[in-house]
């Protein structure tokens, strides 16, 4: 039952990473149709920032905010400089666009900090902190992290005049253009954002992980999966579809375990990850395509 | 985009072949090594052009072709391996194997459009390492470790090299897989192929069975690629699964990208190119340090990153496109 409850903890700790990459995921879908491949290297990126802050000496939340900044500036800047130009393009061209961002951000941060797996500090207290037994002192303050960006986005969305202005930007752009709003940096805004949720949940998940180039490739396929599971156009439905798929992928490892240690017989485990990602994105795609919450499309012919 | 012209297609052809023969008289230039590394470029050539069958002719976005290559060349390294098939068998069996496999993928991609099959392949290419590595499988295919094989022997006591034997065999493989290719472009299938991509609607409503083509191309893009993953088992007589990693098919799509989509003469260039790239990358590298003064490890990756999106921008039609437009240009001017 200890063992239960734990992986479900863990779970919960793996969901929130989730959720923050699917919300960013979802904040540049419904505002572009676009589906960000390069969302989970740009979050590794912005982790080296914060570790080279660091090792210059910043405290870990001064590095954490410093990061969470500049990658804003920086995916304000990749949407003017490189997706502005793309509006009208075809979806290969995107999507090709997409994978270019990916393998520089990838082999900049191999060739600025090597590809070499780094550690990387947890700030929260190791003692009288988290539940003993049950869930670790960094797991809790992931998720308490998480639901207090979760939280914020929320607020910002909901009540504050430039939130509804992204909202418009996003349903209507013609509609919204007519009353003033300037659809074209509230797109850049929501990239922007979507970089920032997105360090966060790679800041936190660094320690966890390990900082290497490659942290994030497997995060971002869960974070699909996600955003999928929620409905790809629903910001809440991505949150709670990133604790679903948490929760998922740990119960599916316990199961085999358990399965493995009464029958013998292996067949799922901690190995098969990513192929348990991967027929979860196709199974929805295929079978439920809108999502638990999501709206369900129709097309014209 | 026209036909290569076929008398420059011949010339081509007839220097691929003879060249290699030129090595008693120019040991340096014509060395085996070099020969190795052409070699490669056909193999890539073939997997760009498996590639361009599906996303350049069909119209099907596919981010996860790296998966089909490493069916074929597993199908190839497993069945020397444990059979003694003889490597020229494995060839066929790969494409058998991933058409299997690539028919089968299409079938749940039927359902799926632009981005979001960009989105399943994409899965596909990242997962692919660790399903190579699924414990059940491990007898077979050697888990974490790979497989370790034999390279191709000269046949009736030619008097070839190893790795000129290797060029002609794979020289060979590509020739008819892209007369194939031609053909199967230049007939109804084909033309049926091309409409889909161009608008799906009306090639329905003129009769095509878009699902059946839609698959069937899915099937035949998949045995392509996979053919060029048996080959490279071959070649390279060594298969593990961390080579299929995601990077494998960012570099398909770099060279779909930069040859043409929707090109079998761009397929060849873009396959040159990246392993051209990929090969060069440490000298590039070298030069950025030493003569440029900059302390920056500079890896292919970004080059083809940059090369990916500044493409997109000035030469959506890839370099043969690009080439053929600016040659227009001038015979007009």
Same mark, same amino acid.
């Given at each position: 039952?200890?063992?239960?409850?734990?992986?479900?903890?863990?779970?919960?700790?793996?969901?929130?990473?989730?959720?923050?990459?699917?919300?960013?995921?979802?904040?540049?879908?419904?505002?572009?149709?676009?589906?960000?491949?390069?969302?989970?290297?740009?979050?590794?990126?912005?982790?080296?920032?914060?570790?080279?802050?660091?090792?210059?000496?910043?405290?870990?939340?001064?590095?954490?905010?410093?990061?969470?900044?500049?990658?804003?500036?920086?995916?304000?800047?990749?949407?003017?400089?490189?997706?502005?130009?793309?509006?009208?393009?075809?979806?290969?061209?995107?999507?090709?666009?997409?994978?270019?961002?990916?393998?520089?951000?990838?082999?900049?941060?191999?060739?600025?900090?090597?590809?070499?797996?780094?550690?990387?500090?947890?700030?929260?207290?190791?003692?009288?902190?988290?539940?003993?037994?049950?869930?670790?002192?960094?797991?809790?303050?992931?998720?308490?992290?998480?639901?207090?960006?979760?939280?914020?986005?929320?607020?910002?969305?909901?009540?504050?005049?430039?939130?509804?202005?992204?909202?418009?930007?996003?349903?209507?752009?013609?509609?919204?253009?007519?009353?003033?709003?300037?659809?074209?940096?509230?797109?850049?805004?929501?990239?922007?954002?979507?970089?920032?949720?997105?360090?966060?949940?790679?800041?936190?998940?660094?320690?966890?992980?390990?900082?290497?180039?490659?942290?994030?490739?497997?995060?971002?396929?869960?974070?699909?999966?996600?955003?999928?599971?929620?409905?790809?156009?629903?910001?809440?439905?991505?949150?709670?579809?990133?604790?679903?798929?948490?929760?998922?992928?740990?119960?599916?490892?316990?199961?085999?375990?358990?399965?493995?240690?009464?029958?013998?017989?292996?067949?799922?485990?901690?190995?098969?990850?990513?192929?348990?990602?991967?027929?979860?994105?196709?199974?929805?795609?295929?079978?439920?395509?809108?999502?638990?919450?999501?709206?369900?499309?129709?097309?014209?012919? | 985009?026209?036909?290569?012209?076929?008398?420059?297609?011949?010339?081509?052809?007839?220097?691929?072949?003879?060249?290699?023969?030129?090595?008693?008289?120019?040991?340096?230039?014509?060395?085996?090594?070099?020969?190795?590394?052409?070699?490669?470029?056909?193999?890539?050539?073939?997997?760009?052009?498996?590639?361009?069958?599906?996303?350049?002719?069909?119209?099907?976005?596919?981010?996860?072709?790296?998966?089909?290559?490493?069916?074929?060349?597993?199908?190839?390294?497993?069945?020397?391996?444990?059979?003694?098939?003889?490597?020229?068998?494995?060839?066929?069996?790969?494409?058998?194997?991933?058409?299997?496999?690539?028919?089968?993928?299409?079938?749940?991609?039927?359902?799926?459009?632009?981005?979001?099959?960009?989105?399943?392949?994409?899965?596909?290419?990242?997962?692919?390492?660790?399903?190579?590595?699924?414990?059940?499988?491990?007898?077979?295919?050697?888990?974490?470790?790979?497989?370790? #094989?034999?390279?191709?022997?000269?046949? &009736?006591?030619? *008097?070839? !090299?190893?790795?000129?034997? @290797?060029?002609?065999?794979? $020289? /060979?493989?590509?020739?008819?897989?892209?007369?194939?290719?031609?053909?199967?472009?230049?007939?109804?299938?084909?033309?049926?192929?091309?409409?889909?991509?161009?608008?799906?609607?009306?090639?329905?409503?003129?009769?095509?069975?878009?699902?059946?083509?839609?698959?069937?191309?899915?099937?035949?893009?998949?045995?392509?690629?996979?053919?060029?993953?048996? #080959?490279?088992?071959?070649?390279?007589? &060594?298969?593990? *699964?961390? !080579?299929?990693?995601?990077? @494998?098919?960012?570099?398909? $799509? /770099?060279?779909?990208?930069?040859?043409?989509?929707?090109?079998?003469?761009?397929?060849?260039?873009?396959?040159?190119?990246?392993?051209?790239?990929?090969?060069?990358?440490?000298?590039?590298?070298?030069?950025?340090?030493?003569?440029?003064?900059?302390?920056?490890?500079?890896?292919?990756?970004?080059?083809?990153?940059?090369?990916?999106?500044?493409?997109?921008?000035?030469?959506?039609?890839?370099?043969?496109?690009?080439?053929?437009?600016?040659?227009?240009? @001038?015979?007009?001017?």
């Amino acid at each position: 039952m200890e063992q239960f409850l734990q992986q479900l903890a863990s779970g919960l700790a793996n969901g929130a990473i989730y959720a923050c990459v699917a919300l960013a995921l979802v904040m540049i879908y419904v505002s572009t149709d676009h589906l960000n491949f390069a969302q989970g290297e740009m979050a590794m990126f912005s982790t080296y920032l914060s570790w080279q802050l660091m090792s210059w000496g910043a405290s870990f939340w001064v590095a954490f905010f410093v990061a969470v900044v500049l990658s804003f500036v920086l995916g304000v800047i990749i949407e003017r400089a490189i997706l502005r130009p793309l509006h009208n393009a075809p979806v290969l061209s995107v999507v090709v666009v997409f994978i270019g961002l990916l393998a520089i951000c990838n082999s900049m941060a191999g060739a600025i900090w090597s590809y070499l797996i780094k550690e990387f500090p947890s700030p929260f207290p190791k003692a009288s902190f988290g539940i003993a037994g049950v869930i670790g002192p960094h797991q809790l303050g992931v998720v308490l992290v998480t639901l207090i960006v979760l939280g914020f986005l929320f607020v910002f969305f909901r009540y504050t005049p430039l939130g509804l202005a992204m909202r418009a930007a996003a349903q209507n752009p013609q509609m919204a253009r007519l009353v003033g709003v300037r659809v074209d940096w509230m797109l850049a805004l929501g990239w922007g954002l979507a970089a920032a949720v997105g360090a966060v949940a790679g800041i936190m998940v660094a320690h966890i992980v390990y900082l290497d180039p490659n942290m994030m490739g497997g995060i971002l396929l869960y974070a699909f999966a996600s955003a999928l599971v929620g409905g790809i156009g629903n910001p809440g439905g991505a949150v709670i579809g990133g604790f679903i798929v948490g929760v998922l992928e740990n119960m599916v490892a316990y199961a085999g375990n358990q399965i493995e240690k009464a029958t013998g017989v292996y067949i799922v485990g901690n190995g098969e990850k990513l192929t348990v990602a991967l027929i979860i994105v196709i199974f929805v795609l295929t079978v439920k395509p809108a999502g638990l919450f999501g709206r369900v499309a129709v097309k014209r012919v | 985009m026209p036909a290569f012209p076929k008398k420059w297609l011949l010339v081509v052809i007839a220097l691929a072949v003879l060249v290699p023969l030129l090595h008693p008289l120019f040991p340096d230039t014509v060395s085996d090594y070099r020969l190795f590394l052409v070699s490669t470029m056909i193999i890539a050539a073939i997997a760009v052009l498996g590639l361009n069958l599906l996303t350049g002719f069909n119209g099907q976005i596919s981010l996860g072709h790296g998966a089909f290559y490493a069916v074929g060349a597993y199908t190839a390294a497993v069945l020397m391996d444990h059979l003694d098939v003889p490597y020229w068998a494995t060839v066929p069996a790969a494409a058998v194997v991933c058409f299997i496999v690539g028919y089968l993928f299409g079938l749940p991609a039927l359902k799926l459009e632009g981005h979001y099959l960009a989105l399943a392949t994409f899965a596909l290419a990242l997962a692919v390492p660790q399903i190579l590595k699924y414990k059940w499988l491990e007898g077979l295919t050697g888990g974490v470790q790979g497989i370790v #094989l034999n390279k191709p022997e000269v046949p &009736f006591g030619l *008097p070839l !090299s190893e790795d000129q034997w @290797l060029y002609y065999y794979c $020289l /060979i493989v590509m020739l008819v897989l892209f007369w194939a290719a031609n053909n199967m472009l230049n007939s109804r299938s084909g033309r049926a192929m091309m409409a889909i991509r161009d608008y799906k609607i009306a090639a329905d409503t003129m009769g095509i069975d878009t699902a059946l083509y839609k698959t069937v191309t899915f099937g035949i893009s998949a045995a392509y690629t996979g053919i060029a993953g048996a #080959l490279s088992a071959s070649a390279i007589a &060594f298969v593990a *699964p961390d !080579s299929f990693n995601i990077f @494998l098919s960012i570099k398909f $799509l /770099i060279g779909l990208v930069v040859g043409g989509v929707g090109s079998l003469v761009g397929s060849v260039v873009g396959g040159i190119f990246y392993v051209l790239v990929d090969n060069s990358a440490q000298a590039i590298s070298l030069f950025v340090k030493n003569d440029l003064g900059l302390q920056f490890d500079l890896s292919a990756y970004t080059i083809f990153g940059i090369l990916l999106i500044v493409l997109m921008y000035l030469m959506p039609m890839g370099i043969v496109g690009g080439a053929y437009l600016a040659l227009r240009r @001038l015979r007009r001017g």
